[in-house]
């Protein structure tokens, strides 16, 4: 049995949830879409891309509980860590976007790179979290 749990002690990669993510919820990736929805600092485009993120993580979600045969605690590690790692990619988009949407004086113009780059991470984590339950 000891063997069964060995993987756990190989290096991991980081897996560390930043503190803005913890709130309002129990699930930092629905957290990261309610910061972003709830901004009021995107298009549609941006709400929209969001709001199918969170929809994908809700299905990834009943898609592991439900899988037949049930997934191990291994196997439900390692098809979470892609979507885990595409979730702080997205993030730390968001955070790029919004902190040069605040230092360019509110205007959105400005941040086009950023907000591109929010979108295709965005874009990015729901095709991880859509290929994780569908590989």
Same mark, same amino acid.
């Given at each position: 049995?000891?063997? $069964?749990?060995?993987?756990?002690?190989? #290096?991991? #990669?980081?897996?560390?949830? #930043?503190?803005?993510?913890?709130?309002?919820?129990?699930?930092?990736? %629905?957290?990261?879409?309610?910061?972003?929805?709830?901004?009021?600092?995107?298009?549609?485009?941006?709400?929209? %891309?969001?709001?199918?993120?969170?929809?994908?993580?809700?299905? &990834?979600?009943?898609?592991?509980?439900?899988?037949?045969?049930?997934?191990? &605690?291994?196997?439900?590690? $390692?098809?979470?860590?892609?979507?885990?790692? +595409?979730?702080? +990619?997205?993030?730390?988009?968001?955070? +790029?976007?919004?902190?040069?949407?605040?230092?360019?004086?509110?205007?959105?113009?400005?941040?086009?790179? $950023?907000?591109? *780059?929010? *979108?295709?991470? %965005?874009?990015?984590?729901?095709?991880? %979290?859509?290929?994780?339950?569908?590989?």
């Amino acid at each position: 049995m000891a063997g $069964e749990w060995d993987w756990l002690r190989a #290096p991991q #990669p980081s897996s560390e949830v #930043p503190a803005a993510l913890y709130a309002p919820t129990a699930s930092p990736s %629905l957290n990261l879409g309610v910061q972003v929805i709830g901004s009021n600092i995107v298009g549609n485009d941006v709400v929209e %891309l969001a709001a199918q993120y969170m929809a994908e993580h809700a299905r &990834f979600q009943m898609w592991m509980a439900s899988h037949e045969p049930r997934l191990g &605690f291994q196997q439900q590690h $390692e098809r979470g860590q892609a979507p885990f790692e +595409a979730m702080l +990619a997205a993030y730390e988009a968001w955070v +790029a976007f919004e902190t040069a949407y605040q230092a360019s004086g509110r205007k959105v113009d400005r941040v086009r790179d $950023e907000r591109e *780059k929010l *979108k295709a991470a %965005l874009h990015h984590a729901v095709d991880v %979290l859509v290929h994780a339950r569908t590989a």
